[in-house]
């Protein structure tokens, strides 16, 4: 089991801190640089280990940077406090752009991502609770991680705790069955705590996601289970931190945020090869030089 870093933790906590009381335009744009350095500690991991998931990592850090910078209540140093903010990873295979984000909060220090997915680390392909302080449930089978949401964020209702809980999910996941009666459920019960987050790049493994079962109109889809629907750019600080605004009214929210597979990349950058493709270091040279810009 992985330890807190105290100090980073420390850094971390302070930097929410300042956030919380800067101007929007500070806020993302120190987002913005935090998001640029989870990338690169991204790349440096998935090519050490040979393996990995860098388009899609790429395409869900800038939401990861965002909730944990400058939304949810967190704090590495109580990763159990009852009253924290819960993050379901749904799309577990993503699970290097969290271990990133994690160790910059402090949740356990850095240098063990160079451990990722080596043998016996903790931090192997796809996240584990009982390993990894700040994952609350394993993941990876798509379209399990939703339902556990779900469930979480009934019991925090009926606790009483009024903590916040988020969700996300990759687009190819929706093909998903289960996510659909997981969003019957939360529409059913108001769970207006619970913010599912929908990480739209259009690109799922082998295809384009309309290509392999068409989910447009998507938004519809949502609002006719009764969730209150904000569309925004993924990448834009700006727009996530407004998209993960509490919800207003009784309704749980679904943030559609329209992202880009590989983004910070440009060979990257919307190509289906790079769900799981590992740079080579010719690759990954061009990559860190793009990422130092």
């Known amino acids: 089991m992985l330890t807190t870093d105290d100090a980073q933790a420390e850094h971390y906590l302070r930097l929410r801190r300042r956030l919380a009381d800067g101007d929007v335009a500070d806020v993302a744009a120190t987002l913005a640089e935090l998001a640029r350095q989870v990338r690169q500690a991204d790349l440096a991991m998935i090519r050490r280990a040979g393996l990995g ?100 964020a009934l019991a925090s209702r009926l606790s009483g705790s009024g903590h916040r809980t988020f969700v996300i999910l990759g687009d190819g996941e929706l093909q998903e069955g289960s996510n659909w009666e997981a969003a019957m459920t939360a529409g059913h019960h108001r769970l207006s705590a619970l913010t599912a987050v929908v990480d739209r790049n259009m690109l799922q493994q082998g295809a384009r996601t309309e290509e392999t079962k068409r989910l447009e109109p998507l938004a519809d889809k949502w609002i006719s289970f009764g969730w209150d629907v904000r569309e925004c750019d993924g990448h834009d ?35 289906v090869e790079w769900h799981h493709k590992v740079p080579s270091q010719e690759q990954a040279t061009t990559a860190f030089e793009e990422l130092a810009r």
Do not use: W
């Not at 390993?131 to 990876?140: A, R, S, W």
């Not at 727009?239 to 060979?267: N, Q, Y």
């Open 53 to 152: 998931h860098i388009g899609s990592d790429f395409s869900v850090i800038d939401i990861l940077v965002t909730l944990y910078g400058a939304v949810m209540s967190v704090d590495p140093r109580a990763p159990l406090a009852a009253d924290r903010d819960r993050l379901i990873l749904s799309k577990g295979h993503t699970a290097g752009a969290l271990y990133a984000v994690l160790a910059q909060c402090g949740f356990f220090a850095e240098s063990a991502l160079e451990t990722f997915a080596g043998p016996l680390s903790p931090l192997n392909g796809h996240p584990n609770r009982t390993k990894v302080p700040g994952v609350e449930t394993n993941t990876g089978p798509l379209g399990h991680g939703f339902p556990v949401a779900v469930g979480v």
């Open 237 to 271: 600080h700006r727009e996530l931190l407004a998209a993960f605004a509490p919800a207003v009214g009784d309704r749980p929210v679904c943030v559609i945020a329209h992202t880009t597979k590989g983004k910070g990349v440009s060979f990257m950058e919307d190509r």
